[in-house]
DNA sequence: AACTGTGACAACCGCTCTGCT
DNA sequence: GAGCAGAGCGGTTGTCACAGT
């Protein structure tokens, strides 16, 4: 079937997204709300494609999202949830609610596949069975034996995953990883099978996403200290440092320094919900661990009674 | 100082999935 | 059940910044 392209090419800008674009998208998200984004190119008249504003907000506008600078429990977990996920960036992000799956998929693109083929002996990273359990893969096998090959993932993964946690256990837990624990639950929900719901990003009820001030904040600080290269604005105006500032800060303060001409900014979202991180629950955490060790006793439970999704299930944070 | 190579990241493209009629 | 439209996902590309020569 011929398909017809997601938008009108004609007169559909693209490339990068210019200050006072991100701020008619926003001003409309925050009136009205993510979703129905068809309707947002014509209501804002933006010139741009709905997909490519779903894009911009889930990828970058969207408030409560984390930029940059990966923490060591976020690289693990990233690690080994690809390994038991494959590249399902959008399940993987599920697990760290202040990543975007394009964040996670440009990090492991560029950092963590390097680092992987780089420290191992080879057949890991892109090539290696742990690293490609992905669709690719299994798209090519009857249904047996991709549940097989699933079956034979998840072990592997399990494995990878179990040891992760040991080392994280190790260390005393941060927030990012409290975060990602927490958030077990979203993708618990969220588990392959029923993985088109995603991150759940845009939902504001269903990822209850820490809709703060601060992206934006941030988003017009950058613009009011630069004003220069302007989709850089926001997109990469947040250095290391200034961003995690800005993140400790949180919604605290709301110094635009242009927000004289904003005044649309000046309240947050109105569904601005609980912070989606919340501190580790450890009985949550014993619960992935009693399925994760579940096998170390010779008991495998493979995908009868405990599976991977029974014991995802068995999360209700 | 100019040029080139490389890394990082934002954005686009095409496909699939889901819900509605 | 079929067809369609909208939304979401993953792969890929384009662009910019910076380091090295």
């Known amino acids: ?34 979703g129905n984004w068809r309707a947002v190119p014509t209501r804002t008249g933006l010139m741009r494609c709905s997909k490519s504003c779903r894009l911009r907000w889930t990828n970058y506008l969207r408030p409560g999202i984390k930029r940059g600078n990966f923490t060591d429990q976020e690289e693990k977990l990233i690690v080994h949830l690809q390994a038991l996920l494959g590249n ?3 399940a993987i992000a599920s697990y760290l609610p ?16 390097r680092k992987l083929q780089g420290g191992g002996d080879g057949g890991e990273g892109d090539g290696g069975a742990a690293s490609k359990p992905s669709t690719q893969r299994l798209a090519s096998s009857s249904k ?3 549940e097989r090959q699933l079956q034979t993932d998840i072990d592997m993964a399990r494995r990878a995953l179990r040891e992760a946690l040991t080392s994280i256990h190790d260390v005393k837990p941060l927030p990012d990883a409290a975060g990602a624990a927490g958030s077990l639950s979203g993708a618990a929900a969220d588990s392959p099978a029923s993985s088109s719901s995603g991150a759940s990003q845009c939902s504001p009820s269903a990822s209850g996403y820490v809709l703060t001030t601060a992206n934006i904040s941030r988003m017009l600080d950058g613009w009011a200290r630069k004003g220069g290269r302007p989709s850089s604005g926001p ?14 800060s949180e919604a605290s303060e709301v110094s635009y320094g242009v927000s004289a001409t904003l005044p649309v900014l000046t309240s947050p979202f109105e569904y601005e919900t609980k912070p989606s991180v919340t501190a580790p629950d450890q009985t949550q955490l014993s619960a992935i661990e009693s399925w994760l060790f579940a096998d170390v006793d010779g008991v495998d439970h493979h995908l009868q009674g405990g599976s991977l999704l029974d014991a995802a299930m068995d999360y209700t944070f």
């Not at 800008?13 to 709300?33: M, R």
């Not at 202040?98 to 998929?105: L, P």
Request: some cysteine; charged content about 25%; overall charge negative.
């Open 235 to 248: 997109a990469t105006p947040v250095p290391a440092e200034s961003a995690s500032a800005s993140a400790s």
């Open 98 to 113: 202040e990543r975007t799956d394009n964040d996670i998929k440009n990090f492991w693109n560029t950092h963590l596949k």
């Open 1 to 34: 079937m011929v398909r017809p392209p997601c938008c009108d090419k004609e007169g559909v800008k693209k490339g990068p997204w210019t200050p006072e674009e991100d701020l008619v998208l926003v001003s409309y998200i925050q009136e009205h709300g993510p």
């Open 88 to 90: 399902r960036w959008a």
């Open 144 to 146: 047996g034996q991709w």
